[in-house]
Each structure stands twice: as structure tokens, then as C-alpha cells.
């Protein structure tokens, strides 16, 4: 009898079964991990930097020719509308050209010598050499880019990586990794894992491995952490609450798109979606009406439909966790201004909240789910204080045409990064991105990643004639 066992996935839209694949157990952990290390424990194994170059930019070709399938199953398998799961596929192919680029950026520096008696007569100098073996543990919410962030830097980095996807989702991550294969990258540099927590645990918890990059709840990540092996370092991104301050002489004809886009985008399951509004209690009525008004437009339902703006929640269970933390929230003073029900086991309406109590869990919690809470204030440093008072510091914003303004809460706001006049999920993937406090450690963006899977060697040279 066949003790194999396998993960059914489904459309998170309609449930409809999309594909059944067999799970990894212990056995393939423990086969992966030898791969791996013995490619990195062999310098002759070692794919070159011009090499590496190469493959990628087969990647990149191939990805663009097949952009339309990629679109289509991560859509499908994902959630996201159609129309955001293509952007996100060229940014994925965007993203492969950056790595690309800057495998060349991957350098030391010269160290000074001479400044004192016993260091005359030596040249010292760093170069980068890769970390090791990553592990790479990926979120649900974008099923392409961040495998792409994930592996392809740390292929670019020179480290062999073994990838388990969400559970949800893989099998976006299984057809790309089909790619890396056709243009040339060696399977056994980047092996991709479908398997359960407890294999997963396996994995990251090995001394073999050199570093985590972990994208997913603050519960696991901080877990996994406490788990890990002495010396492996790790990056975790976790979710926020993204606070946003809107000042009385903010544009109200920019903003109001912008937060709507950011809040609502992928049915605001993204870790710095736009959730709770703190605005001046001059505007911040109209701002919500506003919002109310154009997010009750928005086209929710089937994200293979091309003119759906709002698609499903990942599961019928995180719906049911929206209903109860709208419901929570309204019956305790909250006034919901539109949506607030379910339209199906799977979709919910696109939500603006009034001024919820600050101890109601959508207030609390990163909500993950379609809802925007707007809450007037008198005091701007009030309005601060309360938006730093959470345990979450991601991605923050100001709307306002007063530069003193905007530096001044840029620099009162907990967060790694602050946008002036444009909503809290803007990202390049070329820029730093990372959650401090309880949202994350470390630092993502194609570049900073690649140099965090590097590490330092220093070579100091040591002649008469120096």
C-alpha cells in the first residue's frame, strides 16, 4: 500500500480542484540538503559569475514568451484579478534582469594599511563570496515575484537554494522553477520542496543550512528563528498594519485613488496594504465618504475575468476571520460606510470603516483582508503616537503639501520605510523592503538580498617591497 501523499490544489475564486501534487517528506529534506551542500562544499562546482549572467537573461527571455501561461496560473491558483497578476509577472521578469545586474555590483573594498607601524608593508582587500545554502520559505500573495526574490538571488549570489512554496500556491513557483531548468540553472541549484510544516521545520533548522529567507505570519517567522542552527542568519518578513496620516491640505483628486488602489489591491492581502487612515478631523469625513464611494466600484469576483479589480481572500476561512472582525468592530461603535458582508464563501466586499474602537482587532491586527479604517484626529503627534503604538513597523505614508510637515512625520513615524503623498504598498524591487519590530528583520529588494546571501572575506597581503 502507497504511503505517498499528496496536496490538492484549488481556485481560491470557485474552489474548483486545479492540480494534485506529491508532498516532499524527511527523505526528500534530507536528499535536498545533501545536493545542495555538496555543491557549495565543491569550489569546482561553482557556476560563474559571467555564467550565472547568462542563464538569467535566458530566464528573462523565456519568462517574457511564456507570459501569458505564468499569468494565467498564478491568477488562477492565486486570487490576485488578472490584470495585477500580469504586472506582477513583468516585475518578476524585471526582477530576474536586475539580479542579473548586479551580479557585477557583488564586490569588496580595499582596506587601508600603513596608518600604523605594524601594518606597513601589507595591501588588504575584501571580496564577496557566497553564504552557503539558502533556505527560502514563500508566501501565498505573490506566487511569482517572491519565489523570483527569493531564488534567483540567491542563485545570482552564487548560493544553492531549496524553496518551499505556499501550500496554497505552488504551483506557480513549480513552473517557474521549470524555466530556471530550461534556460540552464542545474536543478539541484535550486530545489523546490512541496511539503508540510514539519518537513518544512526540518529543513530550516539544519546546520547545513546558512540562511532563512522566511516570507509569511510574525508567529512562524519569529518561531523558525528561535529554531535556527548557530551561525544561520535569516531575513524575515512578516505583515503591518500601515498607518497613513492625511494632513487638511492634502489633494484629495491624487490621494483618494492611491488609497483605495492600496488598500484594496489583491483584496488588501498584502503584508503593507493601506489600513488604517488617520486623518484630520477637518477632512477626514470627505476623505472617507470618498473612499466609501469609489471602493463600492470596485469589480470584485472572478480574477480570471479581466475587468475584476478585487478578487477573492486566499480561503472561505480567512472570509469568515473578516466577517468576524468587521462584525467585532461595528457592533462596538464602528460605523461601516460601505461593503461589510460577504458576497460569497470566498469573496468580500470591499470595506471602509469609521472610526473603529482602537482595541477592536481591525484596529489591533494586520487585517489581511479587504478594509480600510479611517480615524479622525485633532493632533497630528497624537495621530502618530497611535499609529506607532502597535507592535507592526513596515510601510507607513503622509499625505500633505507642506515639506516641514512631511519630514517631520517621516521622522516620527515607526517604520522602515515612509512614503510622502502616495500609499503605503508602493514598492520598486530595487529598493530596501523590510518590516522592523514585530513585522520582520533584514532587509529584501533584489540587491539587499543578494548582498545579505553574501559574506565577506578579507585577504591581507604581507611584502618587503609593499
Given at each position: 500500500m502507497s504511503t505517498t501523499q499528496t496536496l490538492k490544489v484549488y481556485s481560491p475564486f470557485d474552489q474548483s480542484f486545479l492540480d494534485e501534487i506529491t508532498l516532499s517528506g524527511k527523505k526528500d529534506v534530507e536528499k535536498a540538503?545533501?545536493?545542495a551542500t555538496a555543491l557549495?562544499?565543491?569550489?569546482?562546482?561553482?557556476?560563474?559569475?559571467?555564467?550565472?549572467i547568462e542563464i538569467l537573461e535566458k530566464v528573462g527571455a523565456i519568462m517574457r514568451d511564456e507570459m501569458e501561461e505564468l499569468t494565467q496560473t498564478a491568477t488562477a491558483e492565486g486570487g490576485k484579478p488578472y490584470q495585477d497578476s500580469k504586472v506582477e509577472v513583468i516585475r518578476a521578469i524585471n526582477g530576474v534582469k536586475i539580479a542579473a545586474e548586479e551580479i557585477g555590483r557583488l564586490t569588496g573594498e580595499q582596506i587601508p594599511m600603513?596608518?600604523?607601524?605594524?601594518?606597513?608593508?601589507?595591501?588588504?582587500?575584501?571580496t564577496r563570496e557566497p553564504i552557503g545554502v539558502v533556505a527560502a520559505i514563500s508566501a501565498f500573495n505573490h506566487p511569482l515575484n517572491l519565489i523570483v526574490h527569493q531564488t534567483v538571488t540567491a542563485f545570482a549570489a552564487g548560493c544553492p537554494v531549496i524553496v518551499k512554496p505556499a501550500s496554497t500556491t505552488p504551483l506557480t513557483c513549480l513552473a517557474f522553477?521549470?524555466?530556471?531548468?530550461?534556460?540552464?540553472v542545474p536543478r539541484d541549484w535550486v530545489q523546490v520542496l512541496v511539503m508540510d510544516n514539519e518537513s518544512s521545520e526540518l529543513l530550516v533548522t539544519d546546520k547545513r543550512i546558512n540562511y532563512l529567507s522566511f516570507i509569511g505570519s510574525a508567529k512562524v517567522g519569529w518561531y523558525l528563528k528561535s529554531k535556527l542552527a548557530p551561525g544561520t542568519r535569516c531575513a524575515l518578513e512578516h505583515g503591518g498594519a500601515a498607518p497613513v496620516i492625511v494632513e487638511p491640505d492634502a489633494d484629495f483628486k491624487e490621494m483618494v485613488p492611491s488609497?483605495?488602489?492600496?488598500?484594496?489591491?489583491?483584496?488588501?492581502?498584502?503584508c503593507v496594504s493601506v489600513q488604517k487612515i488617520f486623518a484630520h478631523e477637518s477632512i477626514a469625513r470627505q476623505l472617507a465618504n470618498e473612499m466609501a464611494e469609489m471602493a463600492s466600484q470596485l469589480l470584485t469576483g472572478d480574477p480570471l475575468d479581466k475587468n475584476t479589480e478585487v478578487g477573492p481572500l486566499i480561503s472561505p476561512k480567512e472570509v469568515d476571520r473578516v466577517e468576524e472582525w468587521v462584525r467585532e468592530a461595528k457592533n462596538n461603535g464602528?460605523?461601516?460606510?460601505?461593503?461589510?458582508?460577504?458576497?460569497?464563501?470566498?469573496?468580500?466586499e470591499p470595506t471602509v470603516l469609521w472610526n473603529p474602537p482602537q482595541d477592536a482587532k481591525v484596529s489591533k491586527e494586520e487585517i489581511f483582508g479587504p478594509v480600510v479604517c479611517i480615524y479622525p484626529y485633532q493632533d497630528r503627534n497624537k495621530a502618530i503616537a497611535e499609529a506607532n503604538s502597535l507592535?507592526?513597523?513596515?510601510?507607513?505614508?503622509?499625505?500633505?503639501?507642506?515639506?516641514?510637515?512631511?519630514?517631520?512625520?517621516?521622522?516620527?513615524?515607526n517604520a522602515t520605510a515612509v512614503m510622502v503623498n502616495d500609499h503605503t504598498a508602493f514598492r520598486v524591487d530595487w529598493m530596501p523592503f523590510g518590516g522592523r519590530d514585530a513585522s520582520g528583520e533584514g532587509l529584501g529588494g533584489i540587491p539587499y538580498s543578494m548582498k545579505e546571501m553574501t559574506r565577506e572575506k578579507l585577504m591581507v597581503v604581507k611584502s618587503k617591497y609593499l
Open positions: 540538503l545533501r545536493k557549495f562544499g565543491d569550489r569546482a562546482k561553482w557556476i560563474p559569475p559571467h555564467e550565472r600603513g596608518l600604523t607601524k605594524a601594518s606597513v608593508n601589507r595591501i588588504a582587500f575584501t522553477a521549470e524555466i530556471l531548468y530550461k534556460a540552464g488609497l483605495v488602489k492600496g488598500g484594496f489591491y489583491h483584496a488588501g492581502q498584502v464602528g460605523e461601516v460606510l460601505c461593503g461589510g458582508k460577504r458576497i460569497s464563501a470566498t469573496c468580500y507592535d507592526y513597523h513596515f510601510q507607513a505614508a503622509v499625505f500633505t503639501k507642506d515639506l516641514d510637515i512631511a519630514f517631520d512625520t517621516v521622522q516620527k513615524l
